[in-house]
């Protein structure tokens, strides 16, 4: 729990553009499951959570990243040595384009930039009826609308009821229900695919 | 109500990019991926209907409706995190008897989900379900 906080500290410090950069890389990477057991800040429940950032991607100038919201509200993130980056996996800052979607968790700064913790890059989880399987690919039924999800060697898992994750994706089964977690192609109806549950 | 057990995963509401972007605001009209809120399989007729939590065994979930705090704790790590109500889900049925687990802790059927904004305080958003209990 300490470690968790004092992560949160030098990334704030790192993001104020102390010392603490060197500091965060020193300190390394930790459990995830710990990172999100730390302490929240007072939120009232219901309300707009401030520490946390919807958007698309508009702009980059060094390690800012300025996104617009769905209400058109305009956010600057500070990414830091500290920051855990998601885009299909976990991946580095120069992944990220302008254009992309993304939704960040981090802690707020006097000037209400965003020192972020994480940021997770056009992550989506999608509900759907697996409609047909090609190759490479799964077509799904979402809300209506066709998506293709693409297998993507090395990556893509699949989870049946619990199992441990495996590269095996055979005991699909077209019509039933999978859940997907994937990034998005950018204004497409595409996705790259990290892991789908299934039931067996 | 007494504690729930189950599974607790994530879903996008409010006009956003990419698949979210026909979402809308929810059966209660209020919801949004950045605010700290959450879908129940009980908030009406319609909605049990639809979400029928009781084709997986769980009888006697409370009825709450829109605005309702529920407290999720993810027992990965006892991480919580307050929400109201702004929508109807999740679809319970569809995935009953899915189970998952870190180490030996494991949650069965999906009994509540989150916006993006909640599931990000307990959890990380690619990890995309967890074993929960929900409280009031």
């Not at chain 1, 956010?75 to 993304?102: M, Q, Y």
């Not at chain 2, 309702?68 to 027992?75: G, V």
């Not at chain 2, 991480?79 to 999740?90: F, K, L, N, W």
């Amino acid at each position: 729990m300490d470690t968790t906080m004092n992560r949160r500290r030098l990334l704030t410090t790192a993001a104020l553009g102390g010392a603490g950069i060197v500091g965060a890389t020193a300190l390394g990477s930790i459990a995830p499951e710990d990172a999100f057991a730390a302490p929240s800040l007072t939120v009232e429940p219901g309300a707009v959570d401030p520490h946390f950032v919807e958007g698309r991607v508009t702009s980059i100038t060094g390690t800012m990243l300025l996104v617009t919201s769905s209400d058109s509200s305009l956010h600057s993130i500070r990414i830091t040595d500290g920051t855990s980056i998601w885009k299909l996996r976990p991946t580095t800052f120069d992944r990220i384009a302008v254009g992309d979607g993304l939704y960040a968790r981090g802690v707020r700064l006097p000037d209400s930039t965003l020192a972020a913790e994480s940021v997770w890059v056009n992550i989506v989880n999608v509900r759907a009826h697996l409609a047909a399987v090609g190759r490479n690919v799964l077509h799904l039924e979402h809300r209506g609308q066709r998506i293709i999800g693409h297998i993507v060697p090395g990556t893509t898992a699949a989870v049946y009821n619990n199992t441990p994750a495996v590269a095996d994706l055979s005991l699909l089964r077209i019509g039933r229900h999978v859940q997907v977690i994937g990034a998005w192609h950018p204004d497409t109806n595409e996705i790259d695919i990290a892991t789908v549950y299934a039931a067996a | 109500m007494a504690a729930l057990y189950g599974e607790v995963s994530w879903f996008c509401c409010g006009n956003s990019w990419g698949p979210c972007g026909s979402t809308g605001h929810g059966a209660c009209g209020t919801c949004n991926s950045g605010s700290l809120q959450h879908a129940w399989p009980n908030t009406s007729d319609a909605c049990y209907s639809i979400t029928r939590p009781d084709r997986c065994g769980i009888s006697g979930m409370s009825r709450r409706t829109c605005g309702f705090l529920h407290y999720t704790t993810n027992r990965c790590n006892g991480a919580r995190v307050g929400t109201r109500i702004a929508d109807c889900g999740p679809q319970t049925d569809l995935f009953c008897g899915e189970r998952t687990c870190c180490g030996s802790v494991c949650g069965t059927n999906r009994v509540i989900d989150l916006t993006p904004a909640a599931y990000s305080r307990i959890a990380s958003l690619s990890t995309g379900l967890r074993p929960c209990v929900v409280t009031t």
